[in-house]
């Protein structure tokens, strides 16, 4: 078993952790790590923006990464989020551990 790790930022607090909560309660996550105060410096559609955002670092199971990563881009209120998910080199053996405990497939 290999963990996964995906990232992507949302425009408030409260979106943010509803999205977490729900990947929680499906169990295609173990955890989501909050940072409430992100700058982020960006070009969208041609143009330079800035703005605040919330960042969130969820944590799963390599076998579930596409299935997270989908249920998380439709769950998520940007109309193009920024999602990105990668498998990880190394894990703990309690991690792996954890999350193998934690996570689920989607069709169990």
């Not at 995906?6 to 909560?21: K, M, N, P």
């Not at 700058?39 to 559609?45: I, T």
């Not at 923006?49 to 940007?78: C, I, M, N, Q, W």
């Amino acid at each position: 078993m290999t963990a996964a790790l995906i990232w992507s930022t949302f425009g408030d607090l409260q979106s943010a952790e509803a999205v977490a909560d729900t990947l929680l309660e499906e169990r295609l996550i173990a955890c989501a790590n909050i940072l409430p105060a992100v700058r982020s410096l960006y070009r969208w559609n041609g143009e330079r923006g800035e703005g605040s955002e919330v960042a969130v670092l969820f944590k799963t199971r390599a076998d579930l990464l596409d299935a997270a990563v989908a249920r998380l881009e439709a769950l998520h209120p940007y109309d193009a989020p920024a999602i990105s998910g990668w498998r990880c080199d190394a894990s703990g053996a309690a991690t792996l551990g954890w999350l193998d405990g934690d996570c689920r497939s989607p069709n169990l």
